[in-house]
């Protein structure tokens, strides 16, 4: 009984819980630097640690240190409260991750719904923050964060429901445990994939679609007034959405933890950095898009497919 | 909702003080105003207390990028007084450095308009291949920047056999660069999205405002002071004036990366057909009594350097026109109609270099009149101006 407990103690703070996926959110971030500065011709983080592996650690303690500072005119209450939201709304969803076996820390018929929720209430918290910080560059900012989450957001919830159909759950553990007996869902729905490949870019704000806070139009936007340990939080969130938006395609399009010989932590990994890959590969090939290419793009192109994605689905039985 | 937006003086899109007041209608510009002075050097006043060696490096200064136009025009210019025919040689070799400076510039120049449109990939490609231009200029100068070639009566360095060879190899590197870009540019989607059609000059709106440079030849404008009025060797070389007729920021790209390419053509064969002789004639310290002007094609258009001497070893005035502020009417008018999103790209479209362009008039506005302004005027206004502003 008592062994029993300390075993949860331990995955819920150990391993494949807190401690691992804040190592693994600082990891991602350092590959995600390094890979697109190859791309790019560069080195990226060289100094702190190996290669420059520990940098991202040292950049959010710099971070932690530095003064932080509250707009006279800044609306107090939400602008001191967002980030930490932001926080802890993008670690959250990491727990309904499988990542060793088939079972999730928590999991519950419905996960995925839950999931898509906390992914838009992230996109209004942004909203929120940047309008709290009464700037006029982070007023743009949230704007076009709004409008932005307007674009991608059913799309990218469109492309998720399409393997819950195909599996007939809405748990991401049970959809993971569906893949064993068939097949990916990358093979049964690429189209699907290729959209939420796309949709998540918009939702991490990344270039192409860092319209939000795209750094030589509006100063970084929404963040432009965030400092020191409120910026912190906010980069750390950041990277732990980075690691959902992986870790999401992984589960519902790759399989999880399940290779071709044996379950392994290993094998997730693998899979998890195939997609970091992609993403960062996806990042460093294009130039930013204005806010109105993407809300045309998104409901012309992006909604259409997901759609028939999903008649597809319906239509073949697969 | 019309809400004012200020670009500027400090603003990650725009390296140089320079601030634009726009008024923004739903992510629209209806209103733009530009306002100078950040960065007054007060180069023209220096002038009066140096001597006409001296002036060459100071001439050098005015521009970070284009400093070879601006030496070279000022070195045309006291030629002109002093009626002094420089040797055949040293007009190719300037030919030839002017050539890889508007290189090195365009390169550099497509660099930051990928980052304006968010491509760092191919701002880090750019300046890479700007490198090699680079080297070259510091293996036939011994500096990056500021070369320090030009000079009254003709230049300081020669350009020797070994430096050919080597220089041939980059300039083949450089031009498949150049291919390479025009491929890039014309093909990739997201690059189109933000370039075509995006800030337009139409060419008679070109012609009014008096565009200079690559800016007015985007605008199907065939002006190019090499051609039109040529100094240095441009008139023994032939040439294509690159135009486009787009009017846009993607013509303006295309214009540039073009020219890239007439320059390793023109740098080709001025090395080739480079005469032997002197590279430069000792030129008198005092220059005699008169007037005189002097135009060159800079990277960013026409440089116009007037110079009235009184007979002395030091000028009685030296006035600059750099090609920025013949632009930045242009600018202005490009800038009407654009989504907020496009103004750091259509602002970068121009090239602008504002500490070249920098102005300062003070005029009373009451009556009307120039007033000239001393030191000690100035220091008196700006302790008045803390004083009242911060009640000492």
Request: hydrophobic residues 35%; aromatic residues 8%.
């Given at each position: 009984m008592v062994s029993e407990e300390i075993w949860a103690l331990i995955q819920i703070f150990l391993f494949p819980g807190f401690f691992f996926l804040f190592f693994l959110a600082f990891f991602t971030e350092w590959v995600d630097r390094k890979i697109v500065a190859k791309f790019q011709n560069r080195y990226g983080p060289l100094h702190v640690g190996p290669k420059g592996v520990l940098q991202p650690i040292a950049d959010f303690i710099k971070l932690l240190s530095k003064e932080d500072i509250t707009p006279r005119m800044a609306d107090k209450v939400p602008f001191n409260l967002m980030p930490v939201l932001l926080l802890s709304l993008a670690i959250t969803?990491?727990?309904?991750?499988?990542?060793?076996?088939?079972?999730?820390?928590v999991s519950f018929e419905g996960d995925l719904i839950a999931i898509m929720f906390i992914m838009s209430l992230i996109a209004v918290l942004v909203f929120i923050g940047g309008w709290a910080s009464t700037n006029r560059f982070s007023t743009i900012g949230s704007i076009r964060a709004g409008l932005q989450l307007f674009a991608y957001e059913i799309p990218m919830n469109l492309a998720m429901i399409g393997p819950a159909i195909a599996a007939g759950s809405l748990s991401i553990s049970k959809i993971v445990d569906w893949q064993i007996h068939g097949f990916w869902n990358l093979f049964i729905q690429p189209v699907g994939f290729a959209v939420l490949t796309i949709s998540l870019m918009a939702h991490l704000q990344?270039?192409?679609?860092d319209i939000p806070e795209a750094e030589s139009e509006i100063v970084s936007g929404w963040i432009v007034e965030f400092s020191g340990k409120k910026l912190a939080l906010i980069r750390l969130a950041k990277d732990f959405e980075f690691v959902l938006a992986s870790a999401l395609i992984v589960s519902l399009f790759l399989g999880g933890p399940y290779g071709p010989w044996y379950i392994s932590p290993i094998i997730y990994l693998a899979k998890f950095f195939i997609c970091v890959f992609i993403l960062s590969n996806l990042r460093a090939a294009f130039a930013r898009y204005r806010i109105d290419h993407l809300l045309a793009g998104a409901w012309k192109y992006l909604t259409p497919l997901a759609l028939l994605q999903i008649f597809l689905i319906k239509v073949l039985g697969v | 909702m019309t809400f004012e937006i200020p670009f500027g003086p400090q603003h990650p899109a725009l390296e140089e003080p320079i601030n634009f007041m726009f008024k923004i209608e739903e992510e629209r510009v209806v209103n733009v105003k530009p306002r100078l002075g950040y960065v007054h050097r007060g180069i023209e006043k220096i002038a009066e207390n140096r001597n006409y060696q001296q002036l060459v490096y100071l001439s050098e200064r005015i521009c970070g990028i284009c400093s070879f136009a601006h030496a070279l025009c000022y070195s045309q210019v006291v030629e002109e007084l002093l009626d002094l025919k420089i040797p055949e040689r040293a007009k190719f070799i300037r030919t030839i450095v002017a050539e890889m400076e508007r290189i090195q510039n365009h390169y550099l120049w497509l660099g930051l308009t990928a980052k304006e449109m968010g491509f760092e990939t191919l701002f880090m490609y750019a300046w890479r291949d700007r490198e090699t231009i680079i080297e070259m200029l510091d293996m036939i100068s011994?500096?990056?920047?500021?070369?320090?070639?030009?000079?009254?009566?003709?230049?300081?360095r020669d350009i020797t056999e070994p430096m050919i060879k080597r220089m041939e190899e980059s300039l083949n590197h450089l031009e498949a660069r150049a291919e390479y870009y025009t491929k890039v540019c014309t093909k990739d989607p997201s690059i189109l999205k933000r370039t075509v059609g995006i800030g337009i000059l139409r060419p008679r709106e070109a012609r009014a405002l008096c565009a200079v440079g690559p800016t007015a030849r985007a605008s199907?404008?065939?002006?190019d002071v090499r051609a039109d009025e040529p100094y240095a060797a441009y008139g023994e070389i032939s040439f294509k004036v690159v135009t486009y007729r787009g009017c846009d920021v993607a013509s303006r790209m295309y214009v540039r990366i073009d020219e890239i390419k007439e320059s390793i053509k023109i740098i080709r064969y001025a090395l080739k057909n480079m005469p032997e002789g002197p590279i430069r004639v000792k030129a008198p310290m005092r220059v005699p009594e008169g007037e005189a002007i002097s135009r060159v094609e800079a990277p960013r258009g026409e440089n116009l350097h007037f110079l009235k001497s009184n007979g002395t070893d030091k000028p009685e005035r030296w006035k600059i026109r750099a090609p920025t502020l013949a632009n930045l009417l242009s600018l202005c008018r490009m800038l009407m109609g654009v989504n907020l999103a496009d103004i750091p790209v259509v602002i970068a479209g121009i090239d602008p270099c504002i500490a070249c362009a920098e102005r300062i008039a003070l005029i009373?506005?009451?009556?009307?009149k120039l007033k000239v302004w001393e030191g000690k005027d100035l220091w008196r206004y700006a302790n008045e101006w803390y004083r009242k502003r911060y009640g000492l």
């Open positions: 969803p990491l727990f309904c991750i499988p990542i060793v076996g088939s079972n999730a820390l990344r270039v192409p679609f | 011994g500096k990056r920047v500021n070369y320090g070639m030009s000079t009254i009566g003709g230049v300081r199907g404008i065939p002006r009373d506005a009451k009556t009307k």
